[in-house]
């Protein structure tokens, strides 16, 4: 679990929104992204279990995630299992591009009701099947004006780069001192909307994948909450 020494008692903050655009980042922002490693390895673990007959490899590479493993749970996993010379590429396919079984967490169902007649976007990471699979599932395509999924975008233009909040600028026809980006991840998610002029809040959930430490002042957050129910929309 991340480490939020650094920062100041998230629970304790409450910031008022006035900004007519809300955008919103997706994975441990609107739900734990720790959910969706669970379905994956419960995918790929059914796929094991039908075509080998094994067991109990989602409950390893949960076990591993848990123990802050990352790029390696799959591989990993699999040696623990005495399955080393099994092709880990279409088990890492099959977790990407299954449909997942996530919920939104429930400060963001709440959120996402009162934003209201507000104009909302996500902008999220990641591989592009992969992201909308999880938008998908959420029931975010219905509730949100504009997903930008950087993965359909050119190589090299995910966050930071400036490409998805010129888009949705765009998209919303407004300045940027009317957009507030929420997201989770201080190494990319706010430097570059702070240097545009947005307001940036960073959530801090509790089981929480990535420890979101900012790497300078430029790239921490405007404010930091421990819950979107700390948003006050003005």
Known sequence: MADAAAY????????????PVVVLDLDDTLYLERDFARSGFAAV?????ETRGVSGYAEHCTRLLDEGHRGTVFDA???AMGLAEVDVAPLVALYRGHAPEIALAPD????????GARASAIITDGPAQTQGNKVSALGLYERIGKVILTGLLP?????????????VEQW??????????IADNAAKDFVTPRARGWTTVQILREGRIHAC???????????????LDALLLD
């Not at 673990?45 to 279990?49: D, Q, V």
């Not at 430490?213 to 421990?226: E, K, L, R, Y």
């Open 155 to 167: 190589e090299g233009c995910g966050k930071p780069h400036a490409m998805a909040y010129e888009m």
């Open 8 to 19: 100041p008692d998230p629970e304790e903050r409450r910031v008022t929104l006035s900004h």
């Open 45 to 49: 673990g059914r796929h094991l279990e």
């Open 213 to 227: 430490t900012p790497t300078s002042a430029a790239h921490a957050a405007d404010h930091v909450v421990g819950t």
């Open 77 to 79: 996993a699999l040696a």
């Open 108 to 115: 963001a169902l709440r959120l996402l009701g009162r934003i």
């Open 172 to 181: 919303s026809g407004l300045p940027p001192a009317a957009h507030v980006y």
